[in-house]
């Protein structure tokens, strides 16, 4: 079975740091782009960060650059979205997806409900003090 689990969520100050993990299994998540989005409550669904099959192709939304960076670990099949220096503004549900394409962009985040992506169940995070 296909699946995709994020954990790491939780209660944070400002400028705090998390690791969110996104756990796949049924599948080879080396062999397809994974994405991270945030969905804020009243807010629109956000791409945050995806990273290609090849580890030098990342993408991250300008609102996080420098501070988010995110990685896999092939070996235990996970993607991890390293969060530091934390503002209250990424309070959100963060979901990890894996696409059905290997490369990744804007372009391929925004256009991601256009394909058979997989999707996790989500993990809050609450930055606040």
């Known amino acids: 079975q296909v699946q995709l689990v994020e954990s790491g969520g939780g209660l944070v100050q400002p400028g705090g740091s998390l690791r969110l993990s996104c756990a796949a299994s049924?599948?080879?998540?080396?062999?397809?782009?994974i994405s991270w989005f945030r969905q804020a409550p009243g807010k629109e669904r956000e791409g945050v960060s995806c990273?290609?099959?090849?580890?030098?192709?990342?993408y991250y939304v300008d609102s996080v650059k420098g501070r988010f960076t995110i990685s896999r670990d092939n070996a235990k099949n996970m993607v991890y979205l390293q969060m530091n220096s934390l503002k209250p503004e990424d309070t959100a549900v963060y979901y990890c997806?894996?696409?059905?394409?290997?490369?990744?962009?804007?372009?391929?985040?925004?256009?991601?409900?256009?394909?058979?992506?997989?999707w996790g169940q989500g993990t809050q995070v609450t930055v606040s003090s």
């Open positions: 049924g599948f080879r998540s080396d062999y397809f782009s």
């Open positions: 990273i290609g099959t090849s580890d030098d192709m990342t």
């Open positions: 997806a894996a696409d059905t394409l290997n490369w990744c962009s804007a372009y391929i985040m925004a256009t991601i409900d256009s394909r058979r992506a997989k």
